[in-house]
C-alpha cells in the first residue's frame, strides 16, 4: 500500500453574487470564499484543470477565472540566503548605514 499524492490545481472564480457558491462545489473543492471581493479559490486535479476553466466561464454568474500561479514557481530556496559559516554581514548591502557617535557638550 503507497499513497500517491495528485497534483493539484489552484482556479481563482470571480463572481458576480456569491448565491451560486453552492453550483460550484460540483467542479472541485472549495478551499476559500472572499465574501467582499466576491471570488472563490477552487482545487482541481491539473489533469482536469483546463477543461474546468473553460466549463467555468461558460457559466452565468462566473466574471472571469484565473489559473494559479503556483505549479510554475520554483520553490526551491537553497540559495536564497547566504551561509552563517562564512559569509559576513555586509550592511551596505542590504541598504543600512553606521553612524558615527556623536558627543554633545552643554
Known amino acids: 500500500m503507497s499513497l500517491e499524492l495528485t497534483k493539484r490545481q489552484g482556479i481563482i472564480v470571480w463572481v458576480y453574487t456569491l448565491r ?3 453550483n460550484l462545489k460540483r467542479f472541485g473543492y ?3 470564499v472572499s ?3 466576491k471570488y472563490v479559490v477552487l482545487y482541481v486535479d491539473q489533469e482536469d484543470a483546463q477543461e474546468t476553466v473553460d466549463k467555468l466561464n461558460g457559466l ?3 466574471r472571469k477565472v484565473e489559473l494559479s500561479y503556483r ?3 520554483d520553490m ?3 540559495h536564497a540566503l547566504p551561509d ?3 559569509d559576513s554581514f555586509d550592511p551596505n548591502e ?12 552643554f
Request: positive net charge.
Open 76 to 78: 526551491t530556496f537553497a
Open 20 to 22: 451560486q457558491i453552492k
Open 30 to 32: 472549495i478551499h476559500y
Open 71 to 73: 505549479p510554475d514557481i
Open 94 to 105: 542590504f541598504g543600512v548605514h553606521s553612524f558615527e557617535e556623536k558627543t554633545y557638550t
Open 84 to 86: 552563517k559559516k562564512g
Open 60 to 62: 452565468h454568474f462566473v
Open 35 to 37: 465574501n467582499r471581493l
